[in-house]
């Protein structure tokens, strides 16, 4: 799970992903000339970035904010780790490990961790055809983000807006959403029915190796999968 979870991105708009293929196909092309508002090559440009992060590898620590309908607040840090088709996402006492075609929960109970193993739900290695398909079918609208600086990496952020009622488990009623040009998410920040889910990068490495996913895996009894 990262800016867009990949599970949504398997099941949510697969209509609207096919039209983004035909329209913008070249999503995983070089970002184009930056536009200052064209929406059909900014979700071009999110798609690129989001798509090009899916097969990378990268290891980012983030801080978690959750804000309910009441203003009040859940503070958390999150570890994602991404290195081909091993996902994991480690924090506020729950561990995720998307491996292959093999989904990995996991939760403390009682002292002792307990995993459920299950077939996936089917991964993909293009979820920014997400983000397209939601602009290029006009459920949401898009803009550019602010500049900005996160982690020490240069972000290339965008902000989505439901145009419709019925918004997306990964997007919500707005969503800005902010990669570096590897595609490592950066920051994304979700306003949803009850609240907000804000996650912020505070490290990033451009590395996976064995001894960073160890220290996650060997208490759930997954260390088979650090190799």
């Known amino acids: 799970m ?17 039209v983004l293929a035909i329209t913008i196909g070249g999503s995983d092309a070089p970002l184009p000339a930056q536009s200052r508002g064209d929406p059909l090559v900014l979700a071009r440009e999110l798609a690129t970035l989001a798509n090009r992060g899916a097969r990378a590898t990268w290891l980012v620590t983030f ?5 309910n309908s009441a203003g009040s607040k859940l503070h958390g840090t999150l570890v ?17 490990v998307d491996a292959g075609n093999r989904t990995y929960s996991c939760t403390v109970v009682g002292d002792q961790p307990q995993c459920l193993e299950s077939a996936a739900a089917g991964g993909t290695d293009r979820p920014g055809d997400v983000y397209g398909g939601a602009v290029v079918s006009g ?5 550019r983000g602010a500049a900005a600086t996160i982690a020490g990496v240069r972000a290339h952020c965008y902000v989505l807006r439901l145009r ?11 969503s800005e ?29 451009p590395t996976v190796g064995r001894d960073d996913l160890l220290p996650i895996l060997a208490p759930y009894g997954l260390q088979r999968l650090a190799t």
């Open 177 to 205: 959403q902010c990669y570096s040009s590897a595609g490592v998410p950066l920051e994304t920040r979700i306003i949803r029915p009850g609240g907000a889910d804000q996650r912020v990068a505070l490290t990033v490495r």
């Open 63 to 67: 801080a978690f904010t959750r804000t």
């Open 2 to 18: 990262w800016s867009l979870d990949r599970r949504v991105a398997v099941a949510a708009f697969v209509v609207a992903a096919l």
């Open 80 to 96: 994602v780790a991404h290195r081909g088709s091993l996902e994991v996402d480690d924090g506020l006492g729950s561990l995720t």
């Open 139 to 143: 459920r949401y609208g898009i803009a």
């Open 164 to 174: 419709t009622t019925v918004p997306l488990a990964g997007l919500g009623y707005s």
